[in-house]
């Protein structure tokens, strides 16, 4: 999605560098610290599938994005670029309440987020991608790692979160 978008920018190039930085805070930084946490058994796998478990993970995920706004601030980067970030952001704290409680599925919102920012910032085009989100939805189900619950309120918080998110910052 990252390079989706930056590769949208008026100037391309400038869109795929900052893509890479937004890529670089919102998914390298996160699944190192994932590995991490896994080598020494603080999880048990990459999906960190305990509830409690990701009431520490994602408030690191959402310093390291927030970590990544500064920069794209200061140096002006695409305003399309930013409100992708801020929309992750907003999207991780809408998220962590919900998962105090409740396993809310982060695929499904993640997922249905990106369609989202991309239909609004590169083409409506990309709505046709939603199917995706379901098949995704399928998955969880099929691992058990969500019930259709999660799942429907994960893809719901995505698309209502970070879409009017990123739409009022473009």
């Known amino acids: 999605m990252c390079l989706a978008l930056g590769a949208a920018q008026d100037d391309m190039l400038v869109g795929l560098a900052w893509a890479v930085h937004a890529v670089v805070f919102a998914a390298v ?41 500064a920069p794209m601030v200061l140096f002006h980067a695409p305003a399309q670029m930013t409100a992708l970030v801020v929309a992750m952001l907003a999207a991780l704290g809408a998220i962590l309440p919900v998962t105090a409680f409740w396993k809310i599925s982060v695929h499904t919102a993640v997922s249905a987020g990106a369609i989202t920012i991309l239909t609004l910032g590169v083409s409506p085009w990309w709505a046709a991608a939603s199917p995706l989100v379901a098949l995704i ?14 799942v429907v309120a994960g893809t719901v918080l995505g698309i209502i979160v970070a879409g009017p998110v990123f739409a009022c910052l473009i």
């Open 29 to 69: 930084l996160p699944m190192a610290y994932i590995k991490y946490g896994i080598r020494s058994g603080r999880w048990q796998d990459r999906h960190v599938g305990q509830r409690e478990r990701r009431l520490h993970l994602i408030p690191v995920i959402m310093a390291s994005v927030g970590i990544a706004i």
């Open 137 to 150: 939805g399928w998955s969880r189900g099929v691992l058990r790692d969500h019930t259709l619950g999660q």
